[in-house]
């Protein structure tokens, strides 16, 4: 029980991704993507909107420092763009991956440093956060290469790198003890 009380948070976001992130991308990507950035959007707006208000609500001799209006306007200009441009999202989804495939292979090497952590304090269970690590890196290097044909493939690639990432993270937070 402590395990699950420490790690909380993990298990949450290994949850979320697994069951919103990979489950939803693999039924319908277009459709969970552009909801994705729609909600961004629409959260991006909100702030904006909220940002420019406090500006004017804030006295201008602080209001001078904090920058709040053009912040304001940035974030609402980024938040329309999301809402009313989803498809140049989808068009530059390619760049994207190639940008998600790179986090992932910051992520397993960060990984291999938390392997060699535990086999350095001498952990038992390293073979999980190293296992883990070869995922990372192994499933990088698969998007780096783009070797699928069509769009569809590789939001099918990212909905798979996310549930085995999300499972495997839950591995170690309760075989390995992370």
């Known amino acids: ?37 729609i909600m961004l959007g629409i959260v991006l707006l909100i702030s904006g909107i909220i940002s ?13 420092h904090e920058q709040g209006l053009a912040k304001g306007l940035i974030s609402s200009a980024l ?29 397993g090497l960060f990984k ?22 070869l995922l990372n890196i192994l499933l990088a290097v698969i998007i780096f290469m783009n070797p699928f044909g069509s769009t569809i493939a590789l939001w099918i690639v990212m909905a798979v790198t996310l549930i085995f990432e999300a499972v495997f993270e839950l591995v170690m937070v309760f075989v390995a003890g992370k």
Not at 53 to 62: E, K, L, Q, S
Not at 123 to 128: A, P, V
């Open 1 to 37: 029980m402590t395990v699950i009380k420490e790690n909380i948070n993990t298990i949450v976001i290994c949850l979320c991704e697994i069951l919103v992130g990979g489950v939803l991308l693999l039924i319908n990507p277009i459709g969970f993507t552009n909801g994705i950035i």
């Open 52 to 64: 420019v208000i406090g500006y004017f609500r804030t006295d201008a001799a602080i209001a001078v």
């Open 79 to 107: 938040g329309l763009f999301c809402i009313l441009q989803t498809h140049w999202f989808i068009v530059a989804f390619p760049i994207l991956t190639f940008l998600y495939g790179a986090a992932i292979l910051v992520l």
């Open 112 to 133: 291999i440093q938390f392997t060699s952590d535990m086999i350095r304090m001498k952990k038992k269970r390293w073979g999980f956060a190293a296992l883990s690590a």
